[in-house]
């Protein structure tokens, strides 16, 4: 995927996944990587556009349906190269804010708006029946500088009330019980 | 390196850009 004559460059470029997973199935890697599926790739803002037109907003989606907007090269998975050593903010939406929180921190993540130079791997949309979660995933789950800086962006950029929980899970305790949130 | 930064506004903007239809 390339940046065309007239458009403008994103600093990198991206891969959209979806996957939608059969309720009360307990996740395991070779299912996931079955129900996953590339919806499109972008290295401009015109390109983003014209793929996130054509597709379904998070609000329109069934229960156990997940987005993953990653960086072009890393796969949307615990275990990439890039991820493993890495974890992930959540927060927990209560249903009808989905949409348009997602459309925010995709523009802040594509505009790079979190400052924290390679830090960040991509982000995640995920419906799910009482509630909605949006999650960011970075590299490295140890440096807490970059971390808190992570967080703060993705604060402001949702315009969360101060009293939003935030949770930060390493993709090492995701592994170990198997479970994203 | 230089970084390209965009903020929402102008993302917002180019949304009904021509190229992006």
């Known amino acids: 995927v390339k940046c065309k004559q007239g458009e403008h460059q994103l600093q990198y470029s991206y891969c959209l996944w979806f996957s939608r997973r059969t309720p009360g199935n307990k996740a395991s890697s070779s299912n996931y990587e079955q129900n996953i599926k590339i919806m499109g790739a972008f290295a401009s803002v015109e390109q983003f556009w014209t793929l996130y037109s054509h597709i379904a907003r998070p609000c329109d989606l069934t229960s156990s349906s997940d987005y993953h907007l990653f960086k072009h090269g890393i796969k949307p998975m615990w275990e990439d190269e890039a991820n493993k050593k890495g974890g992930k903010w959540i927060v927990r939406l209560r249903k009808g804010l989905a949409s348009r929180l997602w459309e925010n921190l995709v523009l802040a993540m594509l505009g790079e708006q979190f400052m924290v130079g390679e830090e960040i791997c991509g982000a995640v949309v995920s419906v799910r029946f009482a509630e909605d979660i949006i999650s960011i995933w970075n590299r490295t789950a140890s440096d807490n500088a970059i971390n808190i800086r992570v967080r703060d962006t993705l604060q402001r950029v949702l315009n969360l009330p101060p009293n939003t929980i935030m949770e930060y899970k390493t993709h090492t305790d995701s592994l170990k019980d198997r479970s994203s949130f | ?21």
């Open chain 2, 1 to 21: 390196g230089t970084r390209i930064i965009y903020d929402r506004h102008f993302l917002l903007n180019m949304r009904n850009s021509p190229l992006s239809q």
